[in-house]
Protein backbone atom coordinates (compact mmCIF):
# COMPACT_ATOMS: atom_id res chain seq x y z
CA UNK A 1 0.00 0.00 0.00
CA UNK A 2 0.81 3.65 -0.51
CA UNK A 3 1.06 6.39 2.19
CA UNK A 4 -2.11 7.29 1.22
CA UNK A 5 -3.79 3.70 0.75
CA UNK A 6 -2.96 3.09 4.18
CA UNK A 7 -4.70 5.94 5.62
CA UNK A 8 -8.44 5.62 7.28
CA UNK A 9 -9.93 9.46 8.46
CA UNK A 10 -12.12 9.47 11.51
CA UNK A 11 -15.52 9.40 9.54
CA UNK A 12 -14.92 5.87 8.01
CA UNK A 13 -13.71 4.80 11.76
CA UNK A 14 -17.29 6.03 13.25
CA UNK A 15 -18.83 4.24 10.55
CA UNK A 16 -17.17 0.68 11.24
CA UNK A 17 -17.52 1.53 14.97
CA UNK A 18 -21.28 2.47 14.29
CA UNK A 19 -22.18 -0.75 12.46
CA UNK A 20 -19.91 -3.04 14.72
CA UNK A 21 -17.54 -4.04 11.94
CA UNK A 22 -14.69 -6.23 13.16
CA UNK A 23 -11.63 -4.20 13.86
CA UNK A 24 -8.91 -3.67 16.08
CA UNK A 25 -8.22 -0.15 17.46
CA UNK A 26 -4.35 -0.29 18.55
CA UNK A 27 -3.30 2.47 20.66
CA UNK A 28 0.14 3.01 20.16
CA UNK A 29 0.63 6.47 22.19
CA UNK A 30 2.86 6.29 25.78
CA UNK A 31 0.37 4.82 28.41
CA UNK A 32 -0.01 7.98 30.51
CA UNK A 33 -1.55 9.50 27.00
CA UNK A 34 -3.81 7.04 27.31
CA UNK A 35 -5.17 7.51 30.59
CA UNK A 36 -7.74 10.06 29.99
CA UNK A 37 -8.07 10.34 26.14
CA UNK A 38 -9.10 6.91 24.11
CA UNK A 39 -10.80 5.47 21.60
CA UNK A 40 -13.52 3.32 22.81
CA UNK A 41 -12.97 -0.54 22.85
CA UNK A 42 -9.00 0.13 22.14
CA UNK A 43 -5.97 -1.75 23.31
CA UNK A 44 -2.85 -0.82 23.96
CA UNK A 45 0.49 -1.72 22.74
CA UNK A 46 3.59 -0.50 24.85
CA UNK A 47 5.58 0.50 21.24
CA UNK A 48 6.00 4.33 21.14
CA UNK A 49 9.84 4.28 22.02
CA UNK A 50 10.63 1.05 19.71
CA UNK A 51 8.76 2.93 16.96
CA UNK A 52 10.21 6.31 17.57
CA UNK A 53 13.93 4.29 16.89
CA UNK A 54 12.56 2.86 14.14
CA UNK A 55 13.22 -0.62 15.80
CA UNK A 56 12.01 -3.89 13.31
CA UNK A 57 10.82 -5.53 15.86
CA UNK A 58 9.08 -3.28 17.52
CA UNK A 59 5.44 -5.74 17.43
CA UNK A 60 7.73 -9.06 18.10
CA UNK A 61 5.89 -11.13 20.80
CA UNK A 62 2.52 -8.69 20.83
CA UNK A 63 -0.28 -10.58 19.48
CA UNK A 64 -2.97 -9.59 17.47
CA UNK A 65 -6.51 -10.93 15.94
CA UNK A 66 -5.29 -11.46 12.23
CA UNK A 67 -8.74 -11.99 10.59
CA UNK A 68 -9.81 -8.54 11.15
CA UNK A 69 -8.50 -4.94 9.95
CA UNK A 70 -6.25 -3.17 12.43
CA UNK A 71 -6.11 0.24 13.00
CA UNK A 72 -3.11 2.13 14.64
CA UNK A 73 -3.58 5.38 16.47
CA UNK A 74 -1.34 8.05 17.74
CA UNK A 75 -1.47 11.17 18.90
CA UNK A 76 -0.72 13.43 15.18
CA UNK A 77 -1.18 10.36 13.23
CA UNK A 78 2.67 10.50 12.12
CA UNK A 79 4.05 7.79 14.27
CA UNK A 80 1.30 5.33 13.33
CA UNK A 81 1.71 4.98 9.79
CA UNK A 82 5.22 3.77 10.57
CA UNK A 83 3.45 1.06 13.05
CA UNK A 84 0.74 0.30 9.91
CA UNK A 85 3.80 -0.38 7.89
CA UNK A 86 5.56 -2.76 10.39
CA UNK A 87 2.11 -4.43 10.79
CA UNK A 88 1.77 -5.18 7.14
CA UNK A 89 5.30 -6.76 6.72
CA UNK A 90 3.92 -8.91 9.81
CA UNK A 91 0.96 -9.99 7.04
CA UNK A 92 -1.51 -8.03 8.92
CA UNK A 93 -4.47 -5.51 7.05
CA UNK A 94 -3.35 -2.24 9.07
CA UNK A 95 -4.02 1.46 8.34
CA UNK A 96 -3.25 4.17 10.44
CA UNK A 97 -5.84 6.94 11.58
CA UNK A 98 -5.31 9.78 9.79
CA UNK A 99 -4.40 12.85 11.84
CA UNK A 100 -4.73 10.93 15.16
CA UNK A 101 -6.03 11.91 18.19
CA UNK A 102 -6.07 15.43 17.37
CA UNK A 103 -8.43 14.30 14.05
CA UNK A 104 -10.37 11.69 16.69
CA UNK A 105 -11.25 14.96 18.78
CA UNK A 106 -13.97 15.79 16.66
CA UNK A 107 -15.68 12.12 16.18
CA UNK A 108 -19.31 11.50 17.55
CA UNK A 109 -22.02 9.70 17.92
CA UNK A 110 -25.54 10.03 19.03
CA UNK A 111 -28.21 8.47 21.18
CA UNK A 112 -31.77 9.34 21.05
CA UNK A 113 -34.90 10.09 23.61
CA UNK A 114 -38.38 9.89 22.40
CA UNK A 115 -40.80 11.35 24.23
CA UNK A 116 -45.00 12.45 23.87
CA UNK A 117 -44.31 15.99 22.84
CA UNK A 118 -40.45 16.27 21.87
CA UNK A 119 -37.57 13.66 20.74
CA UNK A 120 -34.18 14.47 22.21
CA UNK A 121 -30.79 13.46 20.00
CA UNK A 122 -27.82 13.62 22.39
CA UNK A 123 -24.75 14.19 20.39
CA UNK A 124 -21.14 12.63 21.84
CA UNK A 125 -17.96 13.64 21.12
CA UNK A 126 -16.70 10.06 21.43
CA UNK A 127 -12.88 11.13 22.98
CA UNK A 128 -13.50 13.88 25.25
CA UNK A 129 -17.37 13.08 26.46
CA UNK A 130 -18.75 16.75 25.93
CA UNK A 131 -22.52 15.97 25.45
CA UNK A 132 -24.73 18.42 23.26
CA UNK A 133 -28.30 18.50 22.22
CA UNK A 134 -30.97 18.59 19.81
CA UNK A 135 -34.64 18.78 21.20
CA UNK A 136 -37.10 18.96 18.79
CA UNK A 137 -40.97 19.19 18.59
CA UNK A 138 -43.32 19.52 15.70
CA UNK A 139 -41.18 21.25 12.67
CA UNK A 140 -38.60 23.45 15.43
CA UNK A 141 -35.75 22.81 17.27
CA UNK A 142 -33.05 24.15 19.95
CA UNK A 143 -29.69 23.02 20.55
CA UNK A 144 -27.94 23.19 23.87
CA UNK A 145 -24.12 23.00 24.11
CA UNK A 146 -23.05 22.82 20.16
CA UNK A 147 -19.51 21.40 19.97
CA UNK A 148 -19.26 20.38 16.68
CA UNK A 149 -19.16 21.93 13.53
CA UNK A 150 -22.43 23.46 12.88
CA UNK A 151 -23.14 21.44 10.04
CA UNK A 152 -23.67 18.50 12.45
CA UNK A 153 -26.40 19.87 13.80
CA UNK A 154 -27.69 21.51 10.60
CA UNK A 155 -28.12 17.69 8.87
CA UNK A 156 -29.32 16.19 11.94
CA UNK A 157 -32.28 18.99 12.41
CA UNK A 158 -33.04 18.59 8.28
CA UNK A 159 -33.12 14.68 8.62
CA UNK A 160 -35.42 14.92 11.60
CA UNK A 161 -38.09 18.22 9.70
CA UNK A 162 -36.74 20.56 12.28
CA UNK A 163 -35.49 23.79 11.59
CA UNK A 164 -33.15 25.17 14.36
CA UNK A 165 -35.21 28.35 16.00
CA UNK A 166 -32.79 28.71 19.18
CA UNK A 167 -29.40 28.05 20.46
CA UNK A 168 -27.87 28.09 23.62
CA UNK A 169 -25.01 27.51 25.76
CA UNK A 170 -25.61 26.18 29.67
CA UNK A 171 -22.47 28.23 30.86
CA UNK A 172 -19.39 29.60 29.16
CA UNK A 173 -17.15 26.57 28.94
CA UNK A 174 -13.56 25.78 29.85
CA UNK A 175 -12.53 22.80 28.04
CA UNK A 176 -14.01 23.30 24.37
CA UNK A 177 -14.55 25.95 22.31
CA UNK A 178 -18.13 26.52 22.06
CA UNK A 179 -19.89 26.58 17.99
CA UNK A 180 -23.16 28.07 19.68
CA UNK A 181 -22.27 31.32 18.19
CA UNK A 182 -21.15 29.90 14.70
CA UNK A 183 -24.59 27.66 14.31
CA UNK A 184 -26.48 30.71 15.42
CA UNK A 185 -24.99 32.69 12.53
CA UNK A 186 -25.08 29.71 10.17
CA UNK A 187 -28.92 28.96 10.98
CA UNK A 188 -30.31 32.54 11.89
CA UNK A 189 -31.44 31.08 14.86
CA UNK A 190 -31.83 33.17 18.09
CA UNK A 191 -28.90 33.15 20.60
CA UNK A 192 -30.47 33.36 24.02
CA UNK A 193 -28.56 32.99 26.83
CA UNK A 194 -29.75 34.01 31.06
CA UNK A 195 -29.38 37.40 31.78
CA UNK A 196 -26.03 36.22 34.08
CA UNK A 197 -23.86 35.03 30.98
CA UNK A 198 -20.67 37.64 30.66
CA UNK A 199 -20.45 37.22 27.18
CA UNK A 200 -18.34 40.63 24.59
CA UNK A 201 -21.35 39.72 21.97
CA UNK A 202 -24.98 40.35 21.08
CA UNK A 203 -27.59 37.63 22.68
CA UNK A 204 -31.43 37.44 23.48
CA UNK A 205 -31.06 37.12 27.73
CA UNK A 206 -33.56 34.97 29.25
CA UNK A 207 -34.29 35.34 32.71
CA UNK A 208 -34.20 32.45 35.28
CA UNK A 209 -37.71 30.76 35.33
CA UNK A 210 -38.68 32.11 31.72
CA UNK A 211 -40.11 29.72 29.11
CA UNK A 212 -38.95 28.89 25.82
CA UNK A 213 -41.60 26.99 23.10
CA UNK A 214 -40.30 24.68 20.96
CA UNK A 215 -42.98 22.99 18.89
CA UNK A 216 -45.06 21.43 21.51
CA UNK A 217 -42.78 21.23 23.88
CA UNK A 218 -41.41 24.34 26.67
CA UNK A 219 -38.13 24.21 28.10
CA UNK A 220 -37.75 25.87 31.51
CA UNK A 221 -34.72 28.05 31.93
CA UNK A 222 -33.40 27.57 35.50
CA UNK A 223 -30.12 29.75 37.01
CA UNK A 224 -28.36 26.89 38.23
CA UNK A 225 -24.66 28.59 39.97
CA UNK A 226 -21.97 27.17 40.95
CA UNK A 227 -19.43 25.88 38.30
CA UNK A 228 -19.50 29.31 37.20
CA UNK A 229 -21.77 31.95 37.61
CA UNK A 230 -23.90 31.95 34.83
CA UNK A 231 -24.44 28.36 34.68
CA UNK A 232 -28.17 27.34 33.42
CA UNK A 233 -30.18 24.02 33.40
CA UNK A 234 -32.74 23.74 31.15
CA UNK A 235 -36.25 21.44 32.32
CA UNK A 236 -38.06 19.95 29.65
CA UNK A 237 -41.89 19.49 31.92
CA UNK A 238 -41.12 16.42 33.95
CA UNK A 239 -39.56 14.49 31.26
CA UNK A 240 -35.43 15.71 31.39
CA UNK A 241 -33.43 18.72 32.73
CA UNK A 242 -30.33 19.69 30.59
CA UNK A 243 -28.08 20.28 33.61
CA UNK A 244 -24.84 21.19 31.77
CA UNK A 245 -21.66 20.83 34.01
CA UNK A 246 -24.04 21.59 37.32
CA UNK A 247 -24.80 17.85 37.95
CA UNK A 248 -23.46 14.61 35.47
CA UNK A 249 -24.57 11.03 35.89
CA UNK A 250 -21.49 10.31 38.20
CA UNK A 251 -20.43 13.70 39.96
CA UNK A 252 -20.71 17.46 40.14
CA UNK A 253 -19.27 20.50 38.80
CA UNK A 254 -16.21 21.41 40.16
CA UNK A 255 -16.68 25.15 41.49
CA UNK A 256 -12.82 26.34 41.32
CA UNK A 257 -11.95 27.34 37.75
CA UNK A 258 -10.70 30.91 37.68
CA UNK A 259 -11.64 31.70 41.30
CA UNK A 260 -9.24 31.91 44.51
CA UNK A 261 -9.94 29.74 47.53
CA UNK A 262 -12.67 32.24 48.96
CA UNK A 263 -13.95 32.54 45.97
CA UNK A 264 -13.95 28.85 44.97
CA UNK A 265 -15.53 28.40 48.71
CA UNK A 266 -18.49 30.87 48.28
CA UNK A 267 -19.34 28.81 44.55
CA UNK A 268 -19.00 25.49 46.47
CA UNK A 269 -22.12 27.03 48.35
CA UNK A 270 -23.74 28.32 45.50
CA UNK A 271 -23.57 24.83 44.01
CA UNK A 272 -25.14 23.19 46.77
CA UNK A 273 -28.01 25.39 46.62
CA UNK A 274 -28.28 24.65 42.80
CA UNK A 275 -28.11 21.09 43.46
CA UNK A 276 -30.71 20.94 46.27
CA UNK A 277 -32.79 22.98 43.76
CA UNK A 278 -32.30 20.31 41.27
CA UNK A 279 -33.14 17.46 43.46
CA UNK A 280 -36.18 18.71 44.40
CA UNK A 281 -37.42 18.47 40.50
CA UNK A 282 -39.79 15.18 40.04
CA UNK A 283 -37.79 11.93 41.11
CA UNK A 284 -38.13 10.36 37.24
CA UNK A 285 -36.89 13.29 35.65
CA UNK A 286 -33.95 12.35 32.94
CA UNK A 287 -30.63 14.38 34.08
CA UNK A 288 -28.66 14.88 30.81
CA UNK A 289 -25.63 16.53 31.59
CA UNK A 290 -22.75 18.05 29.31
CA UNK A 291 -20.03 15.91 29.84
CA UNK A 292 -19.40 12.74 30.87
CA UNK A 293 -15.62 11.50 32.29
CA UNK A 294 -14.77 8.75 29.96
CA UNK A 295 -14.69 8.18 26.16
CA UNK A 296 -18.35 7.57 24.47
CA UNK A 297 -18.86 4.48 22.97
CA UNK A 298 -20.99 3.94 19.90
CA UNK A 299 -23.60 1.91 21.26
CA UNK A 300 -26.60 4.18 20.91
CA UNK A 301 -27.14 4.12 24.39
CA UNK A 302 -28.46 7.40 25.80
CA UNK A 303 -26.16 8.85 28.71
CA UNK A 304 -28.22 10.12 31.57
CA UNK A 305 -29.86 8.92 35.11
CA UNK A 306 -33.01 10.25 37.06
CA UNK A 307 -33.10 12.34 40.09
CA UNK A 308 -33.92 9.52 42.61
CA UNK A 309 -30.93 6.91 40.89
CA UNK A 310 -28.68 9.98 41.29
CA UNK A 311 -29.96 10.78 44.78
CA UNK A 312 -29.18 6.82 45.68
CA UNK A 313 -25.81 6.57 43.78
CA UNK A 314 -23.66 9.92 44.57
CA UNK A 315 -23.03 9.79 48.49
CA UNK A 316 -21.88 13.57 47.86
CA UNK A 317 -25.55 15.01 47.72
CA UNK A 318 -26.44 13.37 50.90
CA UNK A 319 -24.16 15.67 52.65
CA UNK A 320 -25.35 19.06 54.20
CA UNK A 321 -23.99 22.51 53.15
CA UNK A 322 -20.75 22.31 55.09
CA UNK A 323 -20.01 18.81 54.03
CA UNK A 324 -20.35 19.63 50.98
CA UNK A 325 -18.41 22.96 50.64
CA UNK A 326 -14.99 20.20 52.22
CA UNK A 327 -15.40 17.23 50.04
CA UNK A 328 -15.98 19.32 46.79
CA UNK A 329 -12.83 21.51 47.68
CA UNK A 330 -10.62 18.27 48.89
CA UNK A 331 -11.33 16.85 45.51
CA UNK A 332 -10.56 19.33 42.97
CA UNK A 333 -9.38 17.46 39.97
CA UNK A 334 -6.29 18.94 37.57
CA UNK A 335 -6.83 21.71 35.99
CA UNK A 336 -8.08 21.23 31.97
CA UNK A 337 -5.35 22.25 29.68
CA UNK A 338 -5.61 25.79 27.81
CA UNK A 339 -8.58 26.10 30.26
CA UNK A 340 -8.03 30.27 30.48
CA UNK A 341 -7.55 30.68 26.60
CA UNK A 342 -10.60 28.64 25.94
CA UNK A 343 -12.75 30.49 28.46
CA UNK A 344 -11.36 33.70 27.01
CA UNK A 345 -12.09 32.61 23.59
CA UNK A 346 -15.37 31.76 24.58
CA UNK A 347 -16.34 34.84 26.35
CA UNK A 348 -15.35 36.71 23.20
CA UNK A 349 -16.96 34.30 20.78
CA UNK A 350 -14.64 34.07 18.09
CA UNK A 351 -11.26 31.54 18.33
CA UNK A 352 -9.85 33.19 15.04
CA UNK A 353 -6.42 32.70 14.63
CA UNK A 354 -6.08 29.01 16.76
CA UNK A 355 -6.65 26.16 15.86
CA UNK A 356 -9.70 24.10 18.05
CA UNK A 357 -7.53 20.57 17.44
CA UNK A 358 -4.54 21.65 20.03
CA UNK A 359 -6.49 23.68 22.38
CA UNK A 360 -8.93 21.42 22.85
CA UNK A 361 -6.94 18.28 22.94
CA UNK A 362 -6.83 15.95 25.58
CA UNK A 363 -9.66 14.79 28.48
CA UNK A 364 -12.18 17.33 30.07
CA UNK A 365 -11.85 17.22 34.02
CA UNK A 366 -14.97 19.33 34.98
CA UNK A 367 -16.33 16.93 37.30
CA UNK A 368 -15.32 15.96 40.79
CA UNK A 369 -16.61 12.76 41.53
Known sequence: MTTEEILIDKDQLSVWLKEKR?????????????????????????????????????????????NQPIVTVCGGGNLSVTAAEKLQDKGYKA?????????????????????????????????????SYIIGSGSDAIVIDA?????????????NGWVIQ?????????????????????????HVLIDKASVEYPFVSIKSGEKINIGKAT????HTPGHTLESTSFRLGDDAVFTGDTLFVNGVGRPDLKANQDEANEKSKMLFQSLTQLLKLNENTLVLPAHISEAVAFD???????INNLKNK????????????????????????????????????????????????????????
Not at 24 to 51: C, F, M, Q
Open 300 to 306: NKLIGET
Open 219 to 222: LEVI
Open 147 to 159: SLDPQVYIDIAKD
Open 314 to 369: LDMLKLDESEFINFAMSRIPPTPPNYLTIATLNKQGTYEGYTPADLEAGANRCAIA
Open 22 to 66: PVTVLDIRPLKEREEWLIPGSIHANVYDKLKANDPAAFDGIELPD
Open 95 to 131: FSLQGGMKAWNFAWNTAELKLANAKVIQVRRSSKGCL
Open 166 to 190: YVTDTHIHADYLSRTRELAQATNAK
